[in-house]
T-cell receptor, first 114, second 111 residues
Framework: EPEVTQTPSHQVTQMGQEVILRCVPISNHLYFYWYRQILGQKVEFLVSFYNNEISEKSEIFDDQFSVERPDGSNFTLKIRSTKLEDSAMYFC????????????FGSGTQLSVL | KQEVTQIPAALSVPEGENLVLNCSFTDSAIYNLQWFRQDPGKGLTSLLLIQSSQREQTSGRLNASLDKSSGRSTLYIAASQPGDSATYLCAVRGGNNRLAFGKGNQVVVIP
């Protein structure tokens, strides 16, 4: 069964460093998303991406964050200068359509900022 | 802003009992509602998707109902098994194309 793949599964970084989280969405999907879950809290939306541009972003997604689809298969989230409060599980998701179909999530990248 | 609440936050049941998990949301203008399963430290596995025009969806031992006008959904898991132990998340998709999640129902099925 097709699945969303995320790498790495765990990432430890020092505060102020840049990190790139990688995702391979399901191949026929056109809409891509990043969500995150801080320990003990709700899963929260970061950004949606379609047709090589951001279609929507949340208040969390400030100038420290960026997303890119560098080729036909990968979708990345970059955090330029990590803060302690960026420590969370980051989930990539994809869907065929923007509203009518299921979102399929990857297994997540656990980011720890020290 | 859409707020999603799940009750109870945690529950333990003996194996074989039916599970009833509740989800409520504040804004009834939704496209659909999706139930997920999350194992500790793991990703989100989609269980069921209910479109706003539907009243329920079934998959195996799982049945989810939706009452959009009252802002409620219920996930029923029949004849629970220890392997059903997990956190179950409810998420609604509104006009802004975001999924708004509840905090989850943490379930332990006791053998």
């Amino acid at each position: 069964e097709p699945e969303v793949t995320q790498t790495p599964s765990h990432q430890v970084t020092q505060m102020g460093q840049e990190v790139i989280l990688r995702c391979v969405p399901i191949s026929n999907h056109l809409y891509f998303y990043w969500y995150r879950q801080i320990l003990g809290q709700k899963v929260e939306f970061l950004v949606s991406f379609y047709n090589n541009e951001i279609s929507e972003k949340s208040e969390i997604f400030d100038d420290q964050f960026s997303v890119e689809r560098p080729d036909g298969s990968n979708f990345t989230l970059k955090i330029r200068s990590t803060k302690l409060e960026d420590s969370a599980m980051y989930f990539c998701a994809s869907s065929e359509t923007p509203t009518g179909r299921e979102l399929f999530f990857g297994s997540g990248t656990q980011l720890s900022v020290l | 802003k859409q707020e999603v609440t799940q009750i109870p936050a945690a529950l333990s049941v003996p194996e074989g009992e039916n599970l009833v998990l509740n989800c409520s949301f504040t804004d009834s203008a939704i496209y659909n509602l999706q139930w997920f399963r999350q194992d500790p430290g793991k990703g989100l596995t989609s269980l069921l998707l209910i479109q706003s025009s539907q009243r329920e969806q079934t998959s195996g031992r799982l049945n989810a109902s939706l009452d959009k006008s009252s802002g409620r959904s219920t996930l029923y898991i029949a004849a629970s098994q220890p392997g059903d132990s997990a956190t179950y998340l409810c998420a609604v998709r509104g006009g802004n194309n975001r999924l708004a999640f509840g905090k989850g129902n943490q379930v332990v099925v006791i053998p």
